[in-house]
């Protein structure tokens, strides 16, 4: 495929990412090239102070040449004061192809080599952060693409559910695929992204953000979906049975500079 024809087809799967799809066929298949692939990278950073040092590098260099193909930055810091502190960086594509044919422009492509320049350059005894891991994944199939949160967001919810095995895992997506993903619509839990986990850490297991205006808003909307009683039917649901076995919850406010 040629650059022009891959941009131009990037932008349009883009443009579906701030199109709600309804959820009633939540049982279908989503062709893995119609599906976003999704990023997450967490900083390990050092004490003493070089956020905005990597978050110029992301911002400058990674945001354009990923906007460039359709794709969004979002950029993230803990709710709590944890020391040291990390940063939780995600990047959406809107295909497969679109993030492979990213991560290999990315090694060749001028620009980008320009301004990721005093990142790329820095002084191995002066390091901007300690490591940092990538978490690799697929959306579902009843949301495909990302939904960009409403700009009254103030909080974000990230959650990490481990499963046993990955019979446990599969069950657990086609739960939210086929139920709960219905419910979190009919509530107003409000998405942002649905990722099974491809590569990374936790596996097996799948990942999702939620957004909301605060705590408070948070604390709210979950009452009302624990509370339901189509929640109460599909947990009780036996093909359902013993799907999770971990539920890791953190809570991210968005930093300036962050797309979403």
């Known amino acids: 495929m040629k650059r022009r024809s891959f941009i131009q087809h990037s932008a349009i799967l883009a443009g579906a990412a701030s199109f709600v799809p309804p959820l009633s066929a939540a049982g279908r298949q989503t062709p893995p090239g119609d599906k976003d692939i999704y990023e997450l990278r967490i900083y390990q950073l050092i004490s003493g102070g070089t956020k905005a040092q990597v978050k110029n590098y992301i911002t400058s260099a990674i945001e354009p040449f990923i906007g460039n193909i359709g794709g969004k930055t979002g950029i993230f810091s803990e709710y709590s004061l944890q020391e040291p502190p990390k940063l939780y960086v995600l990047f959406t594509y809107p295909s497969p192809e679109a993030y492979y044919r990213c991560i290999t422009e990315m090694e060749i492509d001028a620009t980008y080599q320009a301004n990721a320049a005093a990142y790329l350059q820095s ?17 579902f199939d009843a949301i495909p693409h990302f939904r960009q949160p409403d700009p009254a967001r103030g909080l974000f919810e990230l959650r990490i559910y481990e499963s046993y095995n990955e019979d446990a895992g599969r069950r657990k997506i086609r739960m939210f695929n086929k139920d709960e993903l219905i419910l979190f619509d009919k509530i ?16 097996p297991a799948l990942t999702y953000m939620l957004w909301f205006r605060d705590m408070a808003h948070r604390e709210e909307v979950w009452t009302k979906f624990r509370s339901h009683p189509e929640w109460t039917a599909m947990r009780d649901k036996p093909e359902y049975a013993n799907a999770v076995s971990k ?5 991210l406010l968005p930093e300036e500079g962050s797309q979403i």
Do not use: C, Q, S, W
């Open 188 to 203: 107003g839990l409000p998405p942002v992204f649905f990722g099974k986990i491809l590569a990374g850490t936790h596996m």
């Open 247 to 251: 539920v890791n919850k953190i809570f």
């Open 123 to 139: 002084a191995a005894d002066k390091p901007m952060f300690e490591r940092y891991e990538t978490i690799l994944l697929e959306a």
